[in-house]
């Protein structure tokens, strides 16, 4: 009966301890092929609990771990970390920069992810809660993404299968009087995930939607002679690069550090310097642009029926004098017709010429009138004064 009581009370005590030391890094399937949950250890980081209502480093913690997320959405064409996208589609390629606001839920590395889901599924039937009500600190995290597809990153596959690479570099809590500490995750014993991600097979083309499948999520080590990295050095990025890329192919940045990124990009670069100029015009006049624009839209329309307007005026008012003109030659010929008598007609022209040209002229009527000489018969004689007075 004692050693019956002594195995028990041994595996009560190993029971237990599992239980209170789970495995530091875990992954936990909730949709095999669509969703899974992965506990990261994050060695160098301390955990912080809440403390009137303030997150305190807790010493009694020996270490902690970050809580990651994948989940592809609810058309499996984007994959989701964290609630945000961080491989997105179409054809579900590298080619989208990883979102610069990554944050994770952080928890004991020595607590199991079972433990996890239920105080946090607990919390969300509550309602949400603020960063005073949760039951775990939220990390901001700086980290390394690599994304390789297959053997050459250049090829154009139909079909995906692209495996991603995901490394924490950093992590920032924010504490009492919204300051915020910052860690450096740079012990080399440290994992990072690597998920693989495949696309339905058949697809011919990359304009049908892809259908995406989580097909391996797994923790690997670091790599063998693993060397820190840090942000990079302030001179690094200036006005004279668009991007400040950290490589020269899209996604373009390979690292992403928080104090280097915000919602428009690379800090100091060409590219954030223009779109925050434009969105802080944006914002200021922004009113008055989609105003003035809507008058614009008007009143050119308005130019423009007033223009077609007075061209059809013109037209009609031009086709109406010129029937009216028809109308009135037409009016006087009429008049004319009934005026003139059919039987006295005009003789042609060519009948006219002709009896010009036969008019004799006035030579030909000298060489035909009688020639008279004066000498032949005399002139009568004078009339004598006499003769005027007997008459």
């Keep these: 009966m004692r050693p019956l009581l002594t195995c028990l009370i041994i595996l009560i005590v190993l029971y237990s301890t599992n239980a209170q030391y789970a495995d530091p890094d875990e992954i936990l399937?909730?949709?095999?092929?669509?969703?899974?949950?992965?506990?990261?250890?994050?060695?160098?980081l301390p955990l912080y609990v809440l403390r009137d209502q303030d997150w305190i480093r807790d010493p009694d913690t020996p270490s902690s771990a970050i809580?990651?997320?994948?989940?592809?959405?609810?058309?499996?064409?984007?994959?989701?970390?964290?609630?945000?996208?961080?491989?997105?589609?179409p054809f579900a390629n590298p080619r989208t920069a990883p979102a610069y606001n990554l944050h994770a839920y952080q928890w004991a590395a020595n607590e199991s992810l079972d433990d996890y889901l239920t105080v946090?599924?607990?919390?969300?039937?509550?309602?949400?809660?603020?960063?005073?009500?949760?039951?775990?600190?939220?990390?901001?995290?700086?980290?390394?993404?690599?994304?390789?597809?297959?053997?050459?990153?250049?090829?154009?596959?139909?079909?995906?299968n692209l495996k991603i690479?995901?490394?924490?570099?950093?992590?920032?809590?924010?504490?009492?009087?919204?300051?915020?500490?910052?860690?450096?995750?740079?012990?080399?014993e440290q994992n990072l995930v690597e998920v693989t991600v495949t696309d339905q097979p058949g697809r011919g083309d990359t304009s049908t939607p892809c259908n995406l499948t989580i097909t391996s999520l797994k923790l690997v080590p670091r790599e063998v002679g693993?060397?820190?990295?840090?942000?990079?050095?302030?001179?690094?990025?200036?006005?004279?690069?668009?991007?400040?890329?950290?490589?020269?192919?899209?996604?373009?940045?390979?690292?992403?550090?928080?104090?280097?990124?915000?919602?428009?990009?690379?800090?100091?670069?060409?590219?954030?310097l223009v779109l925050t100029r434009w969105n802080q015009g944006f914002r200021i006049a922004g009113p008055w642009i989609l105003v003035l624009g809507?008058?614009?839209?008007?009143?050119?329309?308005?130019?423009?029926?007033?223009?077609?307007?007075?061209?059809?005026?013109?037209?009609r008012t031009r086709d109406a004098e010129?029937?009216?003109?028809?109308?009135?030659?037409?009016?006087?010929?009429?008049?004319?017709?009934?005026?003139e008598d059919p039987a006295v007609e005009e003789p042609p022209p060519e009948y006219r010429k002709h009896e010009r040209d036969e008019v004799p002229s006035l030579n030909v009527l000298s060489e035909q009138l009688p020639n008279y000489d004066v000498t032949m018969k005399p002139l009568p004689p004078p009339p004598s004064a006499d003769a005027d007075t007997r008459r």
């Design 165 to 188: 690479r995901l490394d924490i570099l950093g992590a920032g809590a924010t504490i009492g009087g919204g300051k915020t500490e910052d860690f450096l995750l740079d012990v080399p």
């Design 29 to 44: 399937w909730r949709s095999p092929g669509r969703s899974a949950v992965v506990k990261l250890q994050t060695l160098g």
């Design 294 to 315: 809507l008058l614009s839209v008007v009143l050119l329309g308005g130019f423009v029926c007033l223009y077609h307007l007075s061209k059809w005026e013109e037209k």
């Design 67 to 89: 809580i990651l997320n994948f989940t592809l959405t609810h058309d499996n064409s984007t994959l989701l970390l964290n609630h945000i996208p961080f491989l997105t589609t």
């Design 322 to 339: 010129r029937m009216a003109s028809e109308e009135v030659e037409a009016l006087m010929n009429d008049g004319i017709d009934d005026r």
């Design 226 to 272: 693993y060397t820190t990295k840090r942000p990079h050095p302030w001179d690094s990025c200036s006005l004279r690069s668009w991007r400040c890329p950290d490589i020269n192919d899209p996604p373009w940045w390979q690292f992403m550090w928080r104090q280097e990124f915000d919602e428009f990009g690379r800090i100091a670069s060409l590219r954030h």
């Design 120 to 160: 946090i599924d607990a919390s969300w039937r509550v309602g949400s809660y603020t960063r005073t009500s949760s039951p775990a600190q939220r990390m901001a995290l700086d980290f390394e993404r690599l994304a390789d597809h297959r053997d050459d990153p250049d090829i154009h596959y139909y079909n995906l």
